[in-house]
Nanobody, 123 residues
Framework: EAQLVESGGGLVQAGGSLRLSCTTSGFPFDQYAIGWFRQDPGKDREAVSCIGPDNDITWYHDSVKGRFTVSADNAKPTMYLQMNNLKPEDTAVYFC????????????????WGRGTRVTVSS
C-alpha cells in the first residue's frame, strides 16, 4: 500500500522560510512523478510544483517561481519543498502526491496522496 506523509508545516512570518518533507513507502519512488499541491478552505486545490522520475523535469506554478524549490532523494525516498520568501497568500494545506505519469501532476489528478500539512504565513 502506497503511503505519503507530509511534515514541516507551521506558522511563519511573511518573508520567512519553511521546508516541507514528504516521506513515502509502498511504491517505486524513482519511477514516479511527484508533486506538491495546496488548498485553502473555499478555494480549489492547485498544483504548486511537479518533478518527473529521476528528477528529469520540473514545473512550478507561476506564483511560486523563484521562491520555491522541489527536490527528491530517491535513496530515502523522500521529496522536499523548500519555500522561501513566503507570502500570506501561500497560506494553505500542502499535500504531496505521486503518479506514474507526469501529466497527471499538471492535471492535479495523481494516484497517491498524503493527508497534508498546514502552512500559515502571517503578515
Amino acid at each position: 500500500e502506497a503511503q505519503l506523509v507530509e511534515s514541516g508545516g507551521g506558522l511563519v512570518q511573511a518573508g520567512g522560510s519553511l521546508r516541507l518533507s514528504c516521506t513515502t513507502s509502498g511504491f517505486p519512488f524513482d519511477q514516479y512523478a511527484i508533486g506538491w499541491f495546496r488548498q485553502d478552505p473555499g478555494k480549489d486545490r492547485e498544483a504548486v510544483s511537479c518533478i518527473g522520475p529521476d528528477n528529469d523535469i520540473t514545473w512550478y506554478h507561476d506564483s511560486v517561481k523563484g521562491r520555491f524549490t522541489v527536490s527528491a532523494d530517491n535513496a530515502k525516498p523522500t521529496m522536499y519543498l523548500q519555500m522561501n520568501n513566503l507570502k500570506p497568500e501561500d497560506t494553505a494545506v500542502y499535500f504531496c502526491a505521486a503518479d506514474l505519469r507526469f501529466h497527471k501532476c499538471l492535471e492535479g489528478n495523481m494516484g497517491f496522496w498524503g493527508r497534508g500539512t498546514r502552512v500559515t504565513v502571517s503578515s
